[in-house]
């Protein structure tokens, strides 16, 4: 009889302890893609663009990382860079919350948990060449025997990069939808599209073009390009290869 009426309590510890080992489990996975994404964003600060394209790029990483999770907790995200002693810092907070087994009657409200991470670049890649062009293929194409050379620099198309013949070589490649060819080193793809830093600036086009202007049609041939430090020029992208 005593068996028979502890049956009942036994059942609801059992589930009560399937309930939070299951919440364990997604904590531990969400610290995961938390630690994960803030690395993501700690790359995008290692390369001169603003902080909005480091946090975009965070943000798609939890959001791709949430979509490919099968059943996962509801998830709020609070991305931010922020300054520790002169550096910039990623930091990634995500808030996760579980239905409880009983109706969200214990505990009330059902589970919520906190994952919180931080990091920060290691290093600094001067952007040297950007292609703002979207509409357009070939957006960054080098044919024949053509080189680009930016050995200490990012190169970065808004849409893709061709190389037909050619090559490109530099400290980092990125496009945001494909990049193919030889380059150096392996290029990275679906990087987040770069404003034009100089789209903003007034040029008056009604001035009178000088006598004999400067002619420069380069074809083919090698193109050193060096980093441009300007104030617009010098926020950085990365990207997760």
């Known amino acids: 009889m005593m068996f028979a009426l502890g049956l009942p309590a036994i059942g609801l510890i059992s589930i009560g302890a399937v309930d939070l080992s299951n919440v364990q489990s997604s ?25 909005k394209a480091a946090i975009a790029r965070a943000e798609s990483f ?31 907070i995500l808030d996760g919350h579980n239905d409880s087994f009983f109706g969200n009657l214990l505990p009330p409200g059902g589970w919520n948990y906190k994952v919180k991470s931080q990091a920060v670049a290691v290093g600094m890649t001067p952007l040297c060449v950007l292609v703002t062009g979207t ?36 400290s980092m490649v990125q496009a945001v939808t494909s990049a193919r060819g030889v380059i150096s080193p392996k290029p990275g793809t679906g990087a987040a599209l770069i404003e034009d830093p100089f789209a903003s600036m007034v ?9 004999s202007p400067p002619k420069e049609d380069v074809k083919t041939g090698a193109i050193a390009s060096h980093p441009v430090f300007t104030a617009a020029a010098t926020r950085w992208q990365a990207m997760r290869f």
């Open 27 to 51: 904590r531990v996975r969400l610290q995961d893609i938390s630690d994960a994404a803030a690395l993501a964003g700690a790359n995008e600060l290692g390369l001169a663009i603003d902080d």
């Open 62 to 92: 939890v959001r791709a990382h949430i979509a490919d999770w099968r059943s996962p907790p509801e998830v709020q995200m609070s991305i931010t860079v922020v300054e520790r002693e002169g550096r910039r810092v990623m930091e990634v």
């Open 135 to 170: 509409s357009k293929s070939k957006a960054l194409n080098v044919k024949d025997q053509g080189t680009l050379q930016a050995p200490a620099c990012l190169v970065h198309s808004n849409r893709d990069i061709l190389v037909e013949g050619g090559s490109i070589a530099a």
């Open 203 to 211: 040029i008056d086009d009604n001035q009178a073009c000088p006598a």
